[in-house]
């Protein structure tokens, strides 16, 4: 059986641009780590609190190779395309088994893989970011549409950043390109960039 890993956490930072870096828009969802073995998925939080039975949905992940995995967001899109994180944690908090069945309709979700922690058994959190990403978006590409993979770019990320604050996203995240994956740890190589500080709404689920 897999690890239960705890999230690897970025530090506050203001916009930058570095060729060293690549720029993804930071969705405001809820963070979640999917892992696929012999036991079937299982999905689960910042603090390894269980996910797996409040979106039946993302049973699609059983697709994805045996030894899997990733670390992305759980985000429901509103219909301009932003995410809304308040209709998102209304579903996240109902426990009735018939209500979860339901709330895909009102509440669907994408899930918006952005690292690509064990691939086929082996694990890769020593493998430099950019390689782990090439990798996970040959993974991504056995999923449908509730399963994506989080796009980025190299170098400019002020244009970046002032693109998602146009668009009305949270911000958006630098991650160095050889970096490794911390399980559990706050490391100066991801950076979370936004306009503002914001009070947390859910310290177990937002980040």
Known sequence: MLPQVLPMLAV??????SPEYCFEIKYDGVRALAA???TGSRLWGRQRADYT????ELDVLRRLPTGTLVDGELVAFAAA???DL???LRRHALTDSW???????WCPVRY???DLLFHAGHCLMTVPLIRRRELLAEVCESLDGLVVFSPAVIGAGTALFQAAMAA?????VAKQLMSVYRPGKRSVTWKKIKPRPRRRIDTDVHC
């Open 81 to 83: 395309s932003q995410p």
């Open 53 to 56: 039975a409040r979106y039946p």
């Open 99 to 105: 209500r979860i069945r339901q709330a895909r309709h």
């Open 12 to 17: 506050a930072a203001k916009p930058f641009d």
């Open 36 to 38: 696929v073995d012999e």
């Open 86 to 88: 308040r209709r998102l």
């Open 112 to 114: 918006v893989l952005f």
């Open 168 to 172: 009305g996203h949270e911000g958006v």
